[in-house]
């Protein structure tokens, strides 16, 4: 599935990350990142409340779905 099925499907994600940027985030932060490679191309989008009590957390690598898990919801 691409990107554009999950925009398709669920619209667009609450809150969206790279590899890279979440790295970014972290150095800034003073905290630093193991386990993530440097040229990754991959993304995070988190979908709020989908389903209903639920948050949807879908990672992305080359445009292309690779995992999906719906825990339940932090509120």
Same mark, same amino acid.
């Given at each position: 599935?691409?990107?554009?099925?999950?925009?398709?499907?669920?619209?667009?994600?609450? /809150?969206?990350?790279?590899?890279?940027?979440?790295?970014? =985030?972290?150095?800034?932060?003073?905290t630093?990142?193991?386990?993530? /490679?440097?040229?990754?191309?991959? @993304?995070?989008?988190?979908?709020?409340?989908?389903?209903?009590?639920?948050?949807?957390?879908?990672?992305? =690598?080359?445009?292309?779905?690779? @995992?999906?898990?719906?825990?339940? /919801?932090?509120?």
């Open positions: 599935m691409t990107k554009r099925d999950v925009k398709r499907l669920l619209g667009r994600p609450h /809150a969206k990350t790279t590899s890279r940027g979440y790295r970014r =985030e972290m150095r800034r932060r003073g630093y990142v193991v386990g993530l /490679a440097r040229s990754s191309r991959t @993304e995070y989008w988190l979908y709020s409340g989908v389903p209903e009590g639920h948050d949807t957390q879908i990672v992305l =690598e080359s445009g292309r779905v690779a @995992e999906v898990s719906t825990p339940p /919801a932090r509120y």
